[in-house]
Structures are given as structure tokens and as C-alpha cells.
T-cell receptor, first 109, second 112 residues
């Protein structure tokens, strides 16, 4: 079985930094993905972590601690267009991904 | 341009009718997936296929059926046995298991 937890909603100010956390419990772990999804649209890939540590990609960074079952997505220099849902997904020993319920981020002026 | 297409974007059907959602990809990916998304919920896996002529049930396969006769195509049929079919349906594909999944634009199905 698998349990993935993310905060339901977050609000942050344009230009600021926000951290979205994801905790998971899984019987086998083979990587963690972060996706961005704007309302009514398809999710788009942001990052992938399989080893402990920080992966940086422009304004977005993702961190993983396998021993703690914990990841976070860090968004810097927030822009209004960053208002979206952010989905944490874990791959276990199976073939497909298991998604959390997503975190809805609202960026305010 | 490579990508995944789903059609139609919006679909309405009467209760008791079967309906088939289309998913096509030209990325030459072996694996394809169908997810369902309800408001405030994450993506839940309906079916997936690792290779042509093979597919496996996901977490919520009841009331759905699929086929994988061609590598490029993975249609999903929502049958009348699905008790609550109104949802946003997303198709995805990947090179293989465990790699990045690319998503289609989705089909929003409403049962009247």
C-alpha cells in the first residue's frame, strides 16, 4: 500500500519563495516526481528525484530524503503564473505512479 | 510535433450508455496509462499497458475497459457499469516503467 500526503492549499506572495512538502509511506520506493497542473489542463513534469538530495532546475528545486519518506518542491521568485496545483507522485516497485491529492498554490500580488 | 492527443475535450453522455475515449501518441512510447481525476482529488490509475496487446488493471478499473492493439493507441471505454463516471480523464505515456510520464490534454466526461 501507499500513502502520500501534501497540504491541500497554500498561498504566497509574488516574488517570494514557497516550499510545498510531500510525505509518503511505501512498500518499495523507486523515485518521486513533481508535476504542475493548471486548472482544466494536463499535468506537466517538473522534477524527478531518486537519490537523496537537492535537484535544482531554474526557479524550481526538489529535495528528497528517502530515510524520512519526505520530499519538498521549492519555488523561488514566485510569479502569478505559478498559481496551479502541484502533484507529488511516487513510483514503487510497480509500473505506474501513485499520486497525492495535490497542493493548490495561489500566488497573490 | 510529437505528443499525446485525446479526443474529444468535452463529452456528454446519457446514463446507461457506453462511451469510448480516444488516446493517441506519436512519441514511440511503450507504456500508456489512463487516470481519472475528481475535484480535490489526485490522479487515480484506471488501467495501464506496458506493451502492445497487454494491459493491467489499476486501482479503480471496475466499470472500465481498454484495448492496446497498436502501440500508438490506448482507448478507454467507460461502461454503463461505472457508477459515477463524471470526471476528468487523463491519458499518459512513458518510454518505460518508472520514467517521466507525458500527459494528454484530457477529456472531461459528463453523464447527464
Amino acid at each position: 500500500g501507499q500513502n502520500i500526503d501534501q497540504p491541500t492549499e497554500m498561498t504566497a506572495t509574488e516574488g517570494a519563495i514557497v516550499q510545498i512538502n510531500c510525505t509518503y509511506q511505501t512498500s518499495g520506493f523507486n523515485g518521486l516526481f513533481w508535476y504542475q497542473q493548471h486548472a482544466g489542463e494536463a499535468p506537466t513534469f517538473l522534477s524527478y528525484n531518486v537519490l537523496d538530495g537537492l535537484e535544482e532546475k531554474g526557479r524550481f528545486s526538489s529535495f528528497l530524503s528517502r530515510s524520512k519518506g519526505y520530499s519538498y518542491l521549492l519555488l523561488k521568485e514566485l510569479q502569478m503564473k505559478d498559481s496551479a496545483s502541484y502533484l507529488c507522485a511516487v513510483k514503487n516497485s510497480g509500473y505506474a505512479l501513485n499520486f497525492g491529492k495535490g497542493t493548490s498554490l495561489l500566488v497573490t500580488p | 510535433d510529437g505528443g499525446i492527443t485525446q479526443s474529444p475535450k468535452y463529452l456528454f453522455r446519457k446514463e446507461g450508455q457506453n462511451v469510448t475515449l480516444s488516446c493517441e501518441q506519436n512519441l514511440n512510447h511503450d507504456a500508456m496509462y489512463w487516470y481519472r481525476q475528481d475535484p480535490g482529488q489526485g490522479l487515480r490509475l484506471i488501467y495501464y499497458s506496458q506493451i502492445v496487446n497487454d494491459f493491467q488493471k489499476g486501482d479503480i478499473a471496475e466499470g472500465y475497459s481498454v484495448s492496446r492493439e497498436k502501440k500508438e493507441s490506448f482507448p478507454l471505454t467507460v461502461t454503463s457499469a461505472q457508477k459515477n463516471p463524471t470526471a476528468f480523464y487523463l491519458c499518459a505515456s512513458s518510454i518505460g516503467g518508472g520514467t517521466e510520464q507525458f500527459f494528454g490534454p484530457g477529456t472531461r466526461l459528463t453523464v447527464l
